[in-house]
């Protein structure tokens, strides 16, 4: 028992999700849960609210603009959500909800 070799198979350590091939922060996310064709429009969808919020902000004067205030709402509304829906689907935290 002096020579540590009773304890060797029985106090190592074990990897754990946050260590090995996928550590860190990559360890949560998983983009198993969608399948391949909703993700695409998932992100496609966030692609598209990002490039709208983009746009509107491209524009620097306009005479009316609260057509255009209510289009910038609308369009960073809709890359937050979806950026959260995305988060939500990819992360243990849809399992929680």
């Known amino acids: 028992m002096e020579n540590g070799a009773v304890y060797g198979p029985t106090t190592e350590e074990d990897p754990g999700p946050a260590r090995g091939a996928r550590s860190g ?10 399948p391949m064709r909703r993700l695409a429009l998932k992100a496609l969808q ?3 609210s990002l490039l709208a919020f983009i746009c509107e902000e491209v524009v620097s004067q306009c005479t009316l603009c609260g057509g ?13 959500l979806s950026l959260l829906i995305l988060i939500v689907y990819c992360t243990p935290v849809y399992d929680q909800v």
């Open 46 to 48: 966030l692609l598209l």
């Open 25 to 34: 922060l990559a360890a949560y996310f998983s983009l198993g849960r969608l």
């Open 68 to 80: 255009l205030y209510f289009f910038e709402f609308v369009s960073c509304s809709a890359f937050l």
